[in-house]
């Protein structure tokens, strides 16, 4: 599940971005670098690709590996690396918790989370979870 299960059940459970939630973003950065090279009536040069799947490549990065998402015993945390910050929000303040779902990403067996919030300070959206019923599942007994 991309978790990293502990003994405890009020320990805290680690969440990160799946691989596979990044595949429509694979395939950009494929036609980014690739297609100017093999097909120059594209009307994109190739330099220009180049730059273009570069920033993809490092958006990618930034995405799996800059962040993390947290359920602690108080609430639920995303954490970013790059600039190091942090956005909690306690589970009296958490209104609801939905997964979302494209079609794309019911094929690839993964979806998001938007964690509403009662209180000020913003809803939370956790990106590319391999199983988001079970995270969902995970939240709602722990605020229960």
Do not use: H
């Amino acid at each position: 599940m991309g978790t990293d299960k502990l003994a405890t059940p009020e320990a805290d459970q680690v969440f990160r971005p799946c691989g596979r939630a990044f595949f429509v973003y694979y395939v950009a950065m494929f036609l980014t670098f690739v297609g100017p090279r093999i097909n120059p009536a594209v009307g994109l040069p190739v330099w220009l690709g180049t730059v273009l799947g570069i920033i993809l490549v490092a958006a990618v990065v930034y995405m799996k590996w800059g962040q993390e998402y947290r359920l602690t015993s108080k609430g639920v945390a995303k954490v970013w690396r790059w600039p190091a910050r942090r956005q909690e929000i306690v589970f009296k303040d958490i209104e609801e918790v939905f997964v979302l779902k494209g079609l794309t990403q019911s094929m690839l067996q993964v979806g998001n989370l938007l964690i509403k919030n009662k209180a000020e300070g913003g809803d939370m959206f956790w990106f590319g979870l391999k199983s988001p019923k079970e995270v969902k599942a995970l939240i709602d007994a722990r605020g229960a």
